[in-house]
């Protein structure tokens, strides 16, 4: 079992550029969830798919961010344009099964630098 | 609504030192709750969980029994090492939902 992959491991953009962010779950695994984690915010929940279907978005911050599950063993964010308020390490998690039991699985993180 | 609430860090210890780090939660129903780890450039990993009241997980040397009593699951270990130096999150899933609910988290630091 690789765990969740996710690409880059750091990226640093310039204000205003198009930034996509890359997970690939753990095979299996029915649910996706992105997060972002800074010292001021802690940890957020951005969205999250079940079966590939986006479920609930209500944590994107704004228009600027979108989230894509083309299948089951791919997704992105991607934030278009960057800001520098939008740097953070990025997660993303995918748990399976479906119920109060299942644990999150979280890829490394991707640490985003916007300047 | 549900929500996890920690204790403030960081909290700083010796090695082999005794180590609590409280949590207590409101929920829906009955929440199953969970402890996970962070270590420095990593993403979070389960470190133990309990899925009913008074059930005790365990893992790595660190414990946190359910207490439905006083909504509480506080992680404890009794003899913590530098290499145990990390951040800390508890959670909660309840409700029919199966996203889970973090605390803030809080710091752990281990010196020699």
């Known amino acids: 079992d690789a765990g969740v992959i996710q690409s880059p491991r750091h990226e640093v953009t310039e204000m205003g550029q198009e930034v996509t962010l890359r997970c690939k779950p753990i095979s299996g695994h029915d649910y996706l969830f992105w997060y972002r984690q800074t010292m001021m915010r802690g940890l957020e929940l951005l969205i999250y798919f079940n079966n590939n279907v986006p479920i609930d978005d209500s944590g994107m911050p704004e228009d600027r961010f979108s989230a894509k599950m083309p299948n089951a063993s791919f997704s992105t964010l991607k934030i278009q344009p960057s800001e520098p308020r939008d740097s953070a390490v990025y997660f993303c998690?995918?748990?399976?099964?479906?119920?109060?039991?299942?644990?999150?699985?979280f890829g490394n993180g991707t640490r985003l630098t916007v300047t | 609504g549900n929500s996890v609430t920690q204790m403030e860090g960081p909290v700083t210890l010796s090695e082999e030192a005794f180590l609590t780090i409280n949590c207590t939660y409101t929920a829906t129903g009955y929440p199953s709750l969970f402890w996970y780890v962070q270590y420095p450039g990593e993403g979070l990993q389960l470190l133990l969980k309990?899925?009913?009241?008074?059930d005790k997980g365990s893992n790595k040397g660190f414990e946190a029994t359910y207490r439905k009593e006083t909504t509480s699951f506080h992680l404890e270990k009794g003899s913590v090492q530098v290499s145990d130096s990390a951040v800390y999150f508890c959670?909660?899933?309840?409700?029919?939902?199966?996203?889970?609910?973090f605390g803030r988290g809080t710091s752990l630091i281990v010196h020699p």
């Open positions: 959670a909660l899933i309840s409700g029919g939902s199966y996203i889970p609910t």
């Open positions: 309990a899925t009913k009241a008074d």
């Open positions: 998690a995918s748990s399976g099964q479906g119920t109060n039991n299942s644990p999150l699985h």
